[in-house]
């Protein structure tokens, strides 16, 4: 019953809901993003934007202090340091502006983070399918990753377009992922025959996601990096697109979450590794959002 209500509303009841006040440690911080060139390939998707020097904030607790005007007008930190985490809750924080979406933890598919989300999101809609059975049943295309001996550049590495298929495998930590397109796809095929359509929203902001379909019941799937830590390029992560001229080069720890919720320092998202209702800082997690792409699915009843 909840598809076919959610089929002729166009929003569904926001839930209000807590800051959590314990903050986990940073991780270590990765080298700035902005020493290598990118050469990502997005089909379909907007370029790359020129990475920007923004600031990150500490999260907002409930015992924090006013700032005194010594501190507030202290040196701002870097964008390369690592993005402060709130705890994850098992529920909607009090006080955010949230979707009670069911959760599904990425253990036991640990490349598949883009499958969990949409995972995830087709669970909201009462669809029922695991990241698995989304492989399985033959909703989106898995491409091997191979290597052949080219004698003046030596072993060159190449497999599919990460906008059509998941590239690797899912099931180990020697896979890749995907990107919008082929998420895109996937629930598509998932959806043929039910009232509803998935569409690929790549180049909004997350403030504008928030406005335009968080506010309207519609959690969206974005692409940013694994605790919003910088992004990290490796040339042992590059590969050739087979039977094109087109190069990818991977960010090691691209990474996927399912936006839920926001308040005025947060965007509240299900992640996949870390947890449910997970605050990361918004100028933090919009910054690492556009350095991939800006890219982001979501479904629309009809």
Not at 55 to 76: F, H, L
Not at 172 to 180: A, I, K, N
Not at 191 to 197: A, G, K, T
């Amino acid at each position: 019953m909840k598809r076919i209500a959610l089929a002729m509303l166009a929003a569904v009841t926001l839930t209000s809901c807590s800051l959590a006040e314990e903050e986990l440690s940073s991780e270590p911080d990765f080298e700035s993003e902005t020493t290598a060139a990118q050469t990502y390939v997005f089909t379909g998707l907007p370029d790359i934007p020129t990475l920007r020097t923004e600031t990150e904030t500490e999260p907002v607790t409930a015992s924090a202090e006013p700032a005194s005007e010594a501190e507030t007008e202290a040196p701002e930190e870097q964008p390369d340091e690592a993005a402060p985490i709130a705890q994850p809750s098992d529920a909607p924080p009090e006080g955010v502006t949230c979707l009670e979406v069911p959760y599904i933890s990425q253990d036991g598919a640990p490349a598949g983070c883009e499958l969990v989300c949409a995972s995830m999101l087709l669970g909201y809609y009462d669809f029922h399918i695991t990241a698995d059975e989304l492989i399985s049943e033959g909703y989106i295309d898995v491409a091997r990753v191979d290597t052949y001996e080219d004698d003046e550049r030596g072993t060159v590495m190449f497999s599919g377009d990460p906008n059509k298929e998941f590239i690797g495998d899912p099931h180990t930590s020697y896979g890749y992922g995907c990107f919008s397109g082929a998420i895109r796809s996937c629930l598509r095929r998932y959806l043929d025959r039910e009232m509803f359509d998935a569409v690929d929203i790549s180049g909004i902001s997350l403030k504008d996601l928030c406005m335009e379909y968080i506010d309207w019941g519609e959690p969206v799937i974005v692409w940013a990096s694994v605790d919003m830590e910088p992004l990290v390029a490796s040339e042992a992560n590059v590969w050739e697109i087979e039977d094109t001229d087109e190069t990818v080069e991977w960010k090691s720890n691209e990474h996927c979450y399912l936006l839920v919720g926001y308040d005025e320092e947060h965007y509240c998202f299900h992640d996949p590794q870390r947890g449910a209702y997970t605050l990361y800082p918004r100028d933090v997690a919009e910054a690492r959002y556009r350095e991939m792409g800006s890219q982001a699915v979501t479904i629309h009843p009809w």
